[in-house]
């Protein structure tokens, strides 16, 4: 989710404390500000968008990484209010905080919650990256109720209503791919994850024995679409690829990939595709490995959000 999503969560929860809504309330703004801080690797960008990628929902988004940001945006803000005591604006910085995590996970990206205990992310692909429902419950909590109590009540139920919807409706998607393809191919694994714009639309990816199936559900009429359909291929030289940093991080950055061989004869091309994310006719990111005719690495490149986009990975393979 972006920032601005992130805060609006953030000022919401805030509304819990009872304290007003205002500039003037440090729970308010450690909520607030807690909600949008683990955003804070964006820094990583003045060291190119290789890096930030790489680093993006990593340890800033994990439970000690918020914690940390959580005490240090705490403690600034007690030597401003000095009415209030740090632990009380440490709770909700951290509420905060925490639901910054928390909605990241709900999403399809995921975020590496478990820094530095595991690498591995944790993706709940349930809500949209930009989903209007949140918002809109977000901004309710804000002008609707006065009552602590009746507002817990009534956001918490509704939002466990949502979730439940979300969980029925990707259950219903697989049922209805499964149902669509089981006799037409080999299913090893249905991937069913939330489409970028339309919360009653949902992305699959049907992997079989012998291809990627890629392509979107919609829930209410349950139309499936299909984008491409990707033939697997076996060849030796995708291993040395995935001893690469490149090859390694590539297989961190996300969980469903395909891979495809193009062989020029004076060189072998590998071109990694994520396929989770689809926009404009074509896959968002990408690696490409390129290796001579004694199959020795030339080169690699990594290509955020469009294939357009060229990053020169440097690097030796590791045995």
């Given at each position: 989710m972006d920032p601005i999503t992130h805060g609006i969560i953030g000022l919401g929860l805030s509304t819990l404390s009872g304290e007003?809504?205002?500039?003037?309330n440090p729970l308010m703004l450690g909520s607030v500000i807690g909600a949008m801080a683990p955003d804070i690797d964006i820094v990583f960008r003045l060291k190119g968008q290789y890096e930030y990628l790489k680093h993006h929902r990593g340890i800033t988004h994990s439970i000690v990484g918020i914690s940390f940001i959580s005490i240090a945006i705490s403690v600034v803000l007690n030597l401003?209010?000095?009415d209030y005591s740090f632990f009380r604006i440490f709770i909700w910085t951290f509420l905060g905080s925490l639901s910054h995590s928390v909605f990241d996970m709900l999403n399809s990206y995921g975020a590496r919650f478990l820094l530095p205990f595991t690498k591995r992310k944790i993706s709940a692909s349930l809500l949209m990256l930009f989903d209007p429902v949140i918002i809109f419950l977000s901004?309710?909590?804000?002008f609707l109720f006065k009552d602590i109590f009746m507002k817990e009540i009534v956001f918490s139920l509704i939002f466990a209503i949502y979730l439940l919807f979300r969980i029925h409706m990707r259950s219903n998607v697989a049922k209805v791919l499964y149902n669509n393809f089981k006799n037409k191919c080999i299913i090893e694994k249905i991937n069913i994850l939330p489409s970028f714009f339309n919360p009653l639309k949902w992305d699959f990816i049907v992997e079989t024995k012998d291809s990627n199936i890629v392509g979107q559900v919609y829930f209410l009429n349950k139309k499936i679409t299909i984008r491409r359909k990707l033939k697997k291929v076996n060849h030796k030289i995708i291993k040395q690829f995935y001893k690469?940093?490149?090859?390694?991080?590539?297989?961190?950055?996300t969980p469903i990939k395909h891979v495809k061989v193009i062989d020029k004869g004076e060189e072998i091309i590998l071109r990694i595709i994520d396929l989770r994310y689809y926009l404009r006719n074509e896959f968002m990111h990408h690696a490409t490995a390129v290796f001579n005719l004694e199959k020795k690495m030339v080169r690699t490149i990594f290509h955020p959000y469009s294939?357009?986009?060229?990053?020169?990975v440097e690097e030796k393979e590791i045995a």
């Open positions: 007003p809504v205002n500039s003037l401003i209010f000095r901004l309710g909590m804000v690469t940093e490149l090859g390694r991080y590539f297989s961190e950055f294939l357009r986009r060229e990053i020169l």
